[in-house]
């Protein structure tokens, strides 16, 4: 299945639809314009780029509200921390310090530090 984002005029994605690999089939390969042909026939006028799962196409997998880059040719989500700089070959968000690899952490932002997070205990864990 090939994956698809609408976007609106900002470039920012309104919506992630699927469209059969079939219909994107040109003698033999995939045409990213041909789904973009269907899903204006399928939903009028509209922008729209193909995205995909494991990052090979626009490096990042599409959500909505991520921004698509036009200039980087990539989808980018949206900043999480106002600390946290863009990776300009990732085109993914780096908090200025690494996280910690023994446990699971919050980002604290006013602090600029990783924060371990609380255990979640249930009456069955307990």
Not at 38 to 46: D, E, I, M, Q, V
Request: with cysteine; hydrophobic share 35%; glycine share 6%.
């Amino acid at each position: 299945m090939a994956h698809f984002a609408k976007l609106d005029s900002d470039n920012i994605v309104t919506q992630v639809v699927v469209v059969n690999n079939d219909i994107l089939l040109e003698n033999g390969t995939e045409s990213e314009q041909k789904g973009i042909d269907f899903l204006t026939r399928l939903f009028g006028a509209g922008t729209w780029k193909q995205t995909s799962y494991n990052g090979s196409i626009r490096k990042n997998y599409a959500g909505v509200g991520y921004k698509y880059d036009s200039t980087k040719d990539a989808f980018i989500s949206p900043q999480p921390f106002a600390s946290w700089t863009l990776n300009e070959t990732t085109c993914t968000w780096e908090s200025p310090v690494p996280i910690p690899t023994d446990g699971v952490y919050n980002w604290d932002d006013a602090n600029q530090q990783w924060v371990l997070a609380k255990a979640f205990v249930t009456p069955s864990n307990v």
